[in-house]
């Protein structure tokens, strides 16, 4: 079966780092993506990875590891809006997308 | 980015009753959109793939006769909860890919609509 496994919660301060894991076992692979929820609110994108390695977008950067399954999000400098839902998905070989389950991030002062 | 809206964004309506829900493409056109619902502390769970000019392809679990999906042009789909009942509230997002030349990327989300069912 297809699976997506990332921590169901996490808490970290304001001003510090923070990484949330992501591993995947799905059939087929055409991209992960990373998505912030806040509460009562749609999903938006954060980030898309298709190579191995680093992609940074300002105080977010996203690793990905095709042959270990692997993912992380990194979230720099964090702000108390950054307080919210992360979603991880890989798009399979249907180009559908698998969802995790989420991990809420708890920023405190 | 492109846009997709959805309408009502919120609805609550007796039970028995059935409620449409509007996703439409606002800057770009699609052939598929999908539809999501999500349960309170819950990951988004596909529901139906909506294929312009075709039958929606339905989920697992998902019941067609329940759910109908419509998508009537290549920048408006629509759902309809049939025969509503309280098990049915939820939150129902859509997304849509623009199509692009070298495939499918980035997939955007409509800002969703909650359901209430009394």
């Known amino acids: 079966g297809q699976n997506i496994d990332q921590p169901t919660e996490m808490t970290a301060t304001e001003g510090a780092i923070v990484q949330i894991n992501c591993t995947y076992q799905?059939?087929?692979?055409?991209?992960l993506f990373w998505y912030q929820q806040h509460a009562g609110e749609a999903p938006t994108f954060l980030s898309y990875?298709?190579l191995d390695g680093l992609e940074e977008k300002g105080r977010f950067s996203s690793f990905l590891s095709r042959s270990k399954g692997y993912s992380y999000l990194l979230l720099k400098e964090l702000q108390m809006k950054d307080s919210a839902s992360y979603l991880c998905?890989?798009?399979?070989?249907?180009?559908?997308?698998?969802w995790g389950a989420g991990t809420k991030l708890i920023i405190k002062p | 980015g492109a846009v997709v809206s959805q309408h009502p964004s919120r609805v609550i309506c007796k039970s028995g009753t059935s409620v449409k829900i509007e996703c439409r493409s606002l800057?770009?056109?699609?052939?598929?959109m999908f539809w999501y619902r999500q349960f309170p502390k819950q990951s988004l769970m596909l529901m139906a793939t909506?294929?312009?000019?075709?039958?929606?392809?339905?989920e697992q679990g998902v019941e067609k006769d329940k759910f109908l999906i419509n998508h009537a042009s290549l920048t408006l789909s629509t759902l309809t909860v049939t025969s509503a009942h309280p098990e049915d509230s939820s939150f129902y997002i859509c997304?849509?890919?623009?199509?692009?030349?070298?495939?499918?990327?980035?997939?955007?989300f409509g800002p969703g609509t909650r359901l209430t069912v009394l």
């Open positions: 997304s849509a890919y623009p199509m692009t030349s070298d495939g499918y990327n980035e997939q955007f």
């Open positions: 800057d770009f056109q699609a052939t598929t």
């Open positions: 909506s294929n312009e000019g075709s039958k929606a392809t339905y």
């Open positions: 799905t059939s087929g692979f055409n991209g």
């Open positions: 990875n298709v």
């Open positions: 998905a890989v798009r399979d070989s249907n180009y559908q997308l698998i």
